[in-house]
């Protein structure tokens, strides 16, 4: 049996690119209310979940993408708990970049707040906003 080591200087890292674009792909068409993941495709995506750079992955989104993502990133934390982000949960930065673009549809707040327990979403924390 092996042990992994952590290091904090992999916290840093940039997004893994394929990885984004893999999630990006799967989000644009996600319309449902669970979602379906390998357990390898969990552990893959599971680093995006709490990733600090999504405010400046955002603009390279399109709507759809972000929409997509917003629901998969909100019942993902749900269903996964390696996907666990709390105040750092990436659907605070797809909130801010569909306000953004005048593209939040009514009623994604109303949604986002049935499928989570996570009280800092659709938002953030409310000592970012100030």
Known sequence: ??????DPGAMDAGMDEAAF???CRFAESFDGDSVVLSELEIA??????AHK??????????????????RVFTLG???FPSWAAGDRSPVVAMVK??????AYPPGLSKW???????????HGSLM???
């Open 1 to 6: 049996m092996a042990v992994d080591t952590f």
């Open 21 to 23: 674009r893999e999630l």
């Open 44 to 49: 893959r995506f599971a680093p995006l979940a």
């Open 53 to 70: 750079d999504w405010a400046g992955k955002a603009p390279d989104c399109s709507d759809a993408q972000l929409l997509g993502l917003v």
């Open 77 to 79: 934390e749900m269903q």
């Open 97 to 102: 970049a569909l306000k953004s673009r005048d």
């Open 112 to 122: 986002i707040k049935a499928h989570t327990n996570n009280r800092f979403l659709p």
């Open 128 to 130: 970012d906003r100030l």
